[in-house]
């Protein structure tokens, strides 16, 4: 049900920045998946990557190299490269959640209700009215 | 009447004739099954056609109505079900390989509801693999490959009710259904220039419907007009135990009267300045003529504007935790990587990162939102922009790429299930269709119905169709 690419926003935003990160280099090699049977795709210099703080390239680093350590076995290189690039896609969109103003007490919706309690307003606006001289035809 | 008016005739007509025994149902759906065994497998609009159970169900429509017993206006009326909608015995594959052999031995709330009204399923309509929850890259993310635009076959219909939109636009069935987690029905409606009604989160049950975002999904019609969506909407609304989001039986219900909506209220027009940061120049064009009716036959106008922050964000990770819930044992078998598209097979896994802080944070986001947006609503019944900023995209496209761009109305429209409904507005330069949607208050699906039938009343681009052999 979803009309859209999940990482349209971000992609673009990628693009804009056009930053150049390593981010493998803060990562300790002991953390990369035993699991993996495919040596690491090398880390091309990419417009692709967006332009984060040390902690979110960290972030990101960390989720990529998660997958790999169930995962690993499963993916082509290609793939793996793929899986890093959207790794650090999903990285923005954290950030700027994060950096939005929640108060303590605002609660999560944990289920969505939508707020209908207002249709007793506009149930009530179905008894046929006159129509405004703004709706007649021509 | 020529054949070709035939498949495009509204509801309320087709209705008419049945009731009246002008119209026989079976021969309406023996033309309805020629036409789309013909030319819906050039556009990949159907997963499979259903010509036994609809034959039979015509049949007793015709029984029933010929002793006395006509059950309404779609007593009798052929449509088509996106195939993530549960029926009885037949395959529901929800457009993907690993659940290709996938049968449930019942109905989902929907088709129920359909076959209480006495309407005929003359087929499952095709649609994105998972809906799209996934990720897509492609156009041909789907069992049936690309969904192929009647208005020109090389681009799409847009996604995930990527068939229904095909079938309504090429008179392949009076109506289809079709579902919304994000655009999944506003862009196929836009792109393919039919009219859609994406209802109040929790108006329409899900129960038998695949889940893609449980707290995000909804079900909702894709017919010839606003008016036919109503009559559609009004079979399919209200409150189901077996799905604990539909909105309570006192407000669950919806009815509908075409004479009376009319004239129910002055609705105040919201015209919003921000929901797009930049569109074509043709759907620019069609929007602004567009909007001179708008400015002319309701009764206030006025400038509105969407509230801003990280809600794309937060629609985006609230769809990613919860499709990685609802398809964990896919992901972690492996078997998604029997999923077509590229970014699809492997999305799955970014999206089981998540951490629960950062979706319940999304999901305080998403309660603000709503707060803010019903403060919006206090000043408009309905909210008016382009359904999408682009007419159809070419096949190919590569749409993370190259189909990317903001969609503030669409996440806040979803993260807090408003209701929509997207109507055709006129052309692109390329004679691609332009959809304008109007978007209410939560509970208030009259008022976009309302809203949309007052522009269909003094335009006629829901009456254009695309010349097909």
Redesign the interface.
Known sequence: ?????????S??EFARRAAIVSALSIVPPSTISANSSNPEPALEQSSDIPSLSPESQAEAVA?YQ??LAV?GS??SDT?KS??RR??FA?Q???D?????T?ENG??????????????KK??A????????P??K?? | MPAEEIFYLPLSELAKRIETKKLSPVELTQIYLDRSAKIGSRLNAYARLTPEIALDQAKAAEKEIQHGHYRGPLHGIPYAAKDLLAVKGVPTTWGAKPYSDQVFQYDATVIEHLNRVGAILIGKAAMIELAGGMGYRFASASLQHAAKNPWDTKCWTCGSSSGSGAIVAAGLAAFAIGTETWGSIICPSAFCGVSGLRPTYGRVSRYGAMALAPSMDKIGPLARSAEDCARVFAAIAGHDPKDRSTVPIDKGAFTYSPSLDLKARPLRVGWLANAWKKMDPGVTKAILASEKVVRRYFASVKSAALPEGPFEDAGNIIIAAECAASFQALIRSGRVSELTDPLGQIAGYVNEQYSAADYLRALSVREILQKKMEALFDSFEVLVAAAQPIPASPLETNLETDLAFPDPLGAIGNLCGLPALSVPCGFSENNLPVGLQFVGRAGDDFGVIQAARTFQLHTDWHRKHPKLT
């Open positions: 049900m979803n009309g859209k690419s999940s990482s349209s926003i992609r673009r989720r998660a997958i995962y499963r993916f793939q793929d899986l959207l790794c999903a923005p969109s954290l700027r959640l994060r950096a939005y929640i605002d609660g999560p919706a944990l289920y969505l209700k939508p707020l209908v309690e207002r249709e506009t149930g606006a179905v008894i046929p009215r006159a129509p405004s703004a709706m035809k021509p």
